[in-house]
């Protein structure tokens, strides 16, 4: 499968009035015990646009962290994800959609 998506700055721009910002907390656990050492820490997500069809890839630099993004407005969709766990690494597509108001600040959940 080829695609590409445009990569957010891990350090925001200052934000402006009529700017759109979805915020929210990313976090990542185990669901049964493991022999792994290492525990999973999330590496990058991928969001969809799905009015405009823009891919957005936001790379994690903590597995505990609160995100704010500044947006477009549209309907999005969490495409993908990157877990590792030491050198095993493991890419799901989640689904989960959320919407991004015009001029707002967009809660979008855990």
Not at 4 to 28: H, M, N, Q, W, Y
Not at 45 to 74: A, M, Q, W, Y
Request: with cysteine; glycine share 8%.
């Amino acid at each position: 499968m080829l695609g590409c998506a445009t990569k957010l700055a891990t350090i925001a721009p200052a934000l402006e009035a009529s700017d759109s910002v979805a915020f929210g907390r990313i976090t990542v656990g185990l669901s049964g015990p493991t022999t792994r050492i290492y525990p999973p820490m999330v590496r990058f997500f991928e969001l969809t646009n799905h009015d405009s069809g823009e891919r957005f890839r936001i790379d994690v630099l903590d597995d505990d962290s609160d995100l704010f993004l500044k947006l477009p407005p549209g309907s999005y969709e969490l495409s993908r994800i990157m877990i590792n766990e030491g050198a095993f690494q493991s890419l799901a597509n989640p689904g989960p959609m959320f919407k991004v108001e015009p001029r707002k600040a967009n809660y979008v959940g855990t």
